[in-house]
């Protein structure tokens, strides 16, 4: 254990700039939903009365959409013997409500008032060019990580989320393709990860440029967004 202590504490300065570097990998999806979400409130209310459209997914289940006054909200609805009974409902917030403009956007700017359905279907087509989630690093090879005083994998892919960038996720099937992660580990861990530090390194510096580029082509389409409503956000200020 004396051992292993002391290579944990020479490996220290590295494992601190590793953690370093990860924090800049870092993307806070939850602060881009907000601001696109403030956005599309600009051009509020979305509609004087309550609007709705369905969409299957199967012969039993549809998803509906409801857009009123204040907010837009999504309903599952299980059919059965002709009959439509809700599953369950939410007002979409944040990153739900960026995801839903992503997938049914069109179906969506379909339920709004008239007078704002231009402005509204390009705040959709610009949110659907956004850099959004998923954005990762990924090696392919044959990789192991010590567990306790016994070795895990081989695995055939490793990789690093902007989600996460200080945990290091090991899979049998490509990450791209496979939700299901067969191991985690956190960058700190010399005793499991040690022989991957240089691979780390690499793969955070990759992943912190392609966080850069997506904040830069973010910001740029937030620019474009705020200018559509503009006109809405002068007459909602002159109207105080």
């Given at each position: ?22 924090w800049?990998?870092r993307?806070?999806?939850w602060e ?8 599309f ?17 199967d ?5 509906e ?36 403009i ?5 179906e ?7 007078k ?99 904040k830069k ?24």
């Amino acid at each position: 254990m004396g051992i292993i202590r002391k290579r944990i504490e020479e490996l220290k300065p590295r494992v601190e700039r590793l953690k370093a570097l990860a924090w800049e990998c870092r993307y806070d999806w939850w602060e881009l939903a907000c601001e696109v979400e403030t956005i599309f409130s600009v051009l509020k209310p979305f509609n004087t009365r309550r609007n709705s459209i369905r969409i299957p997914i199967d012969k039993e289940n549809v998803l509906e959409y409801e857009v009123g006054r204040e907010n837009v909200r999504r309903k599952m609805l299980y059919i059965y013997s002709g009959n439509a009974y809700v599953v369950n409902s939410k007002t979409l917030k944040n990153i739900e409500f960026v995801d839903a403009i992503r997938e049914h956007g069109e179906e969506i700017a379909s339920l709004v008032r008239k007078k704002i359905a231009d402005e509204f279907a390009k705040l959709v087509a610009l949110t659907k060019e956004l850099a959004w989630t998923d954005i990762k690093v990924v090696r392919k090879g044959v990789f192991t990580f010590m567990l306790g005083i016994q070795e895990a994998g081989p695995f055939r892919y490793v990789c690093i989320t902007a989600d996460y960038p200080d945990q290091v996720l090991f899979y049998d099937e490509d990450p791209n393709i496979s939700k299901k992660a067969r191991g985690s580990v956190f960058i700190e861990d010399v005793v499991a990860l040690e022989d991957l530090y240089d691979l780390i390194e690499d793969m955070l510096l990759e992943l912190r440029k392609k966080v850069s580029e997506a904040k830069k082509r973010n910001e740029e389409i937030l620019r474009k967004m705020k200018e559509v409503v503009a006109p809405y956000a002068v007459a909602r200020a002159c109207a105080l």
